[in-house]
C-alpha cells in the first residue's frame, strides 16, 4: 500500500488542533488515523495527539487479525479505553477541561477496509469511477438530514454544522461505528477532518482522486484547493491506494 498523510493549520486558526498518521503492528499491517481535536488552546492538541498516541501504541502490540469482525471488535473496545483516559485526564488537568476530540481509523485485510470512526471526521472510497462516503457524521446536522427534517442543501449551510452528538473525551461511554467495505487493488481510502469536507464538495474530491496526479500529488492538491476556498479550520488528509507497500510513522 502507498500512503501520504498531509496536514495543514488552514488560513483562519492560529495553530493546528489535527493528528494523525500510519502506524504498523508486529505483522507489518498498517493502522492510518485521523484526529480532529476540540476545546479550546491546547487543550483540542492534546485530546488528538492522545487519540492518535493510544490507537497505534495499541496497534502495535497486536498480531495480525484474520476476520473483519475482530478487527471491528477490537476497534471499539480499545477506542473506548481512550475514551476513559482523555475524560480522566481532563478531569485531573482543569486547563484540559472540555478537551475532546474525533477519531476515524482504518485497518485492512487482504480484501477489505474496516472503518472506524467517532465524530464527523470522515473516511471516503474511491472505486474505479466510484466515490463514496464510507463513515456517518455524529452531528446534529447530519441526525436532522437523516430523519428528513432538512434538505442536504440545507445541511451543507446549517448554522449548527459544528455540534457534535459524539466525540472522545466527552463523557465516560462512547459507541464506535464501524463499516467493512471491499479495498481492491487501485482503490483509493480518502480519510479527512472537517477542515477538507466543509470546504471541498465530494464531486470535486473524486476528480482530484481520479486525475493523473501521483498520490503525493492528489493530497497537497486537496490541501491547496481547502485553503483556496476559505481554509476556515485545520485540514488533515490521509490517502492509502492498494498498490505499492510503504512504511510509514507519525506525522502531525
Not at 496497534?59 to 473483519?68: D, R, V
Request: proline share 2%.
Amino acid at each position: 500500500m502507498q500512503v501520504e498523510f498531509r496536514t495543514d493549520r488552514g488560513r483562519i486558526r492560529h495553530h493546528n488542533e489535527d493528528s494523525g498518521g500510519v502506524f504498523e503492528n508486529k505483522t507489518g499491517n498498517p493502522i492510518v488515523i485521523v484526529a480532529d481535536g476540540m476545546g479550546g488552546h491546547r487543550a483540542g492538541d492534546v485530546a488528538s495527539e492522545m487519540a492518535v498516541k493510544l490507537l497505534s501504541e495499541a496497534w502495535q502490540e497486536t498480531e495480525e487479525f484474520l476476520h473483519a469482525s475482530d478487527v471491528e471488535e477490537w476497534f471499539r473496545i480499545t477506542i473506548q479505553k481512550i475514551n476513559r483516559a482523555i475524560t480522566s485526564r481532563a478531569e485531573a488537568e482543569p486547563e484540559l477541561k472540555g478537551m475532546g476530540t474525533t477519531l476515524v481509523a482504518a485497518i485492512f485485510t487482504r480484501s477489505q477496509a474496516i472503518v472506524a470512526n467517532v465524530g464527523d471526521s470522515r473516511g471516503y472510497l474511491l472505486q474505479e469511477e466510484r466515490f463514496k462516503q464510507i463513515t456517518e457524521d455524529h452531528s446534529l446536522v447530519n441526525e436532522l438530514l437523516r430523519k428528513g427534517e432538512i434538505s442536504k442543501e440545507d445541511a451543507e449551510n446549517h448554522p449548527q454544522k459544528n455540534i457534535l452528538l459524539r466525540a472522545l473525551g466527552v463523557e465516560g461511554y462512547v459507541d464506535t461505528d464501524t463499516f467493512i467495505t471491499p479495498f481492491q487493488i487501485e482503490d483509493i481510502l480518502l480519510l479527512c477532518s472537517d477542515g477538507l469536507s466543509n470546504m471541498i464538495s465530494e464531486e470535486e474530491m473524486k476528480q482530484v482522486l481520479m486525475s493523473r496526479r501521483t498520490l503525493a500529488e492528489k493530497a497537497d492538491t486537496l490541501i491547496t484547493k481547502a485553503n483556496a476556498n476559505g481554509g476556515e479550520d485545520n485540514i488533515t488528509v490521509l490517502l492509502l491506494e492498494r498498490d505499492k507497500m510503504r512504511r510509514g510513522g507519525r506525522a502531525s
